[in-house]
């Protein structure tokens, strides 16, 4: 699209055809997302992997990306809620506490996902608002609305993985190693 300059005959082909948007997985993307929607009728966004480009994909990644577009309205949608969402987070992460009898539960949760390789995204209470595998962690804590205080990790807690937790405003990351330790995250080893 060679930067944020819409040509005119996208704008002409979204009056004919559905229109898919695929975007760079970055702020810069998603900026572009909304410039696009608000200047021609797009159906459906894809976007790349967190941090890649599109012209960087391979074709494997490149279908997957397109298997999970989403229409544009929940995607604008979903940015647009995402503006409000940190307020209530930082108040919820000033107030929590790691003591010994939520190190216990924390470990519990440890011991039942273990050899699963899935993450467990819990809130300031430590209930459970989601079970993701690893693999997608990453890019799913980008994307999800209520933002986790503490993630449970089987196996290895990733450098992308860490610096996603930390942009979602994530107070601990329970695991068996860490890739980095330079985070502003409480790192737990249970």
Known sequence: MNGTKLPDEIRELG??????????????????????????????????????????????????????????????????????????????????????????????ISTEIEGSEKAVLLDSSLNEIKSVSVKVLSGFLNRIREKPIVIVIDGTATKPIIISAEEAGCRVIVAKNFATTDTSIKLMSL
Do not use: W
């Not at 890649?52 to 995607?75: N, Q, S, T, Y």
């Not at 969402?85 to 216990?104: G, R």
């Open 15 to 108: 009056k004919e055809k559905e229109i898919t948007l695929f975007i760079d997985g970055d702020r810069g993307g998603k900026l572009i997302a909304q410039n696009v929607s608000d200047n021609a009728n797009i159906k459906y966004i894809a976007v790349a992997p967190d941090g890649k480009e599109v012209e960087e994909l391979a074709g494997k990644e490149i279908l997957m990306a397109l298997r999970k577009k989403i229409p544009a309205r929940e995607f604008l949608s979903a940015r647009n809620d995402g503006k409000r969402e940190p307020i209530q987070t930082k108040i919820e992460q000033e107030h929590f506490q790691i003591d010994e009898i939520n190190k216990d539960k924390l470990k519990k």
